[in-house]
């Protein structure tokens, strides 16, 4: 079984930044494409980024191009989320999650993600 423990929200302001980290457990995570999504109230579960299972490739929803940057050490099997930029509407419970098959790279759908953290809540103030 892998458990995914996410780290690193909070409150910031329009602009300001914020570095989210996934830290999992088990011993084939170098092995999984990675991935965030968030939850913001009243809306649907929405990805945000995925990197491959080796790193060399980054995904990312078009309203964080730019802004938010995905990567991973495979050695501490941790995935990290640099946000950058934010704004009010980047508000929301941020998940990672892990790819259910091994060797993937661009995974963005919710069901194709086996295991998640329990999220952490990311504030943007105005």
């Known amino acids: 079984q892998v458990q995914l423990v996410e780290s690193g929200g909070g409150l910031v302001q329009t602009g300001g930044s914020l570095s989210l980290s996934c830290a999992a457990s088990g011993s084939t995570f170098s092995k999984h494409a990675m991935g965030w999504f968030r939850q913001a109230p009243g809306k649907e579960r929405e990805w945000v980024a995925t990197i491959s299972w080796t790193g060399s490739s980054t995904y990312y929803t078009n309203s964080v191009k730019g802004r938010f940057t995905i990567s991973r050490d495979n050695a501490k099997n941790t995935v990290y989320l640099q946000m950058n930029s934010l704004k009010p509407e980047d508000t929301a419970v941020y998940y990672c999650?892990?790819?259910?098959?091994?060797?993937?790279?661009?995974?963005?759908?919710?069901?194709?993600?086996?295991?998640w953290g329990q999220g952490t809540q990311v504030t943007v103030s105005s």
């Open positions: 999650a892990q790819d259910r098959q091994i060797y993937g790279a661009k995974v963005t759908t919710s069901t194709a993600f086996a295991y």
